[in-house]
């Protein structure tokens, strides 16, 4: 398997700019996280989703921030207008997750790293 | 929410010593896993430890778990090169998915 794909791998762009940054989850997982990464706070749960569903989006930082699975094989995390602040690695992960189940493991992406200026 | 709290921040050995790294957590939990880093790449799942196990063994991984201290400690012995990452406990609690701590970081002086 080819694993969890992220795109694109590096991102620079100007402050006030859209961002989109993609994610195709590992075929057959049904559980898909989007994570942010900085020095400063470490590794935050942004938004996860069960069958394309968004269950828990209240780590999503603002409403500048948005994300959508449109179906089981592709999500998108939207910053719009992105801000020097969001500079960060944001990861994307997935699982076939089986609640009440103590053996959940999660497979993270390769990350997109993000710098505003 | 419960997060996991590693430490130390940072820890220097030399190759063919022993790391241990420490984590502590707030709530009761689930399981409890461990996670390495290498520079510029995601995270990888290296060892998951159940709330009713104490200990586990993995290759040259090791790790504890004291739920009644509600921490955990991840040795790796004979350390090498290649074991130069930042490594991350993550503790899952319910229906929220893992929760991670900021981490280790490891590096091996050869």
């Known amino acids: 398997d080819a694993g969890v794909i992220q795109s694109p791998r590096h991102e620079v762009t100007e402050m006030g700019q859209e961002v989109t940054l993609r994610c195709k989850p590992i075929s057959g997982h049904d559980y898909l996280f989007w994570y942010r990464q900085t020095m400063m706070r470490g590794l935050e749960l942004l938004i996860y989703f069960n069958n394309n569903v968004p269950i828990d989006d209240s780590g999503m930082p603002e409403d500048r921030f948005s994300a959508k699975m449109p179906n089981a094989s592709f999500s998108t995390l939207k910053i719009q207008p992105s801000e020097p602040r969001d500079s960060a690695v944001y990861f994307c992960?997935?699982?076939?997750?089986?609640?009440?189940?103590?053996?959940?493991?999660?497979?993270f992406g390769e990350g997109s790293w993000l710098t505003v200026v | 929410s419960q997060q996991g709290e590693e430490d130390p921040q940072a820890l220097s050995i030399q190759e063919g010593e022993n790391a241990t790294m420490n984590c502590s957590y707030k709530?009761?939990?689930?399981?409890l896993q461990w996670y390495r880093q290498n520079s510029g790449r995601g995270l990888v799942h290296l060892i998951l430890?159940?709330?009713?196990?104490r200990e586990k063994h993995s290759g040259r991984l090791r790790v504890t778990l004291d739920t009644s201290k509600k921490s955990s400690s991840l040795l790796i012995t004979a350390s090498r090169a290649a074991d130069t990452a930042s490594y991350f406990c993550?503790?899952?609690?319910?229906?929220?998915?893992?929760?991670f701590g900021k981490g280790t970081h490891l590096i091996i002086q050869p």
């Open positions: 709530t009761s939990i689930n399981n």
């Open positions: 993550a503790t899952e609690g319910g229906a929220d998915g893992l929760t």
């Open positions: 992960a997935s699982s076939f997750w089986s609640l009440g189940w103590s053996g959940n493991t999660i497979y």
């Open positions: 430890i159940r709330s009713n196990e």
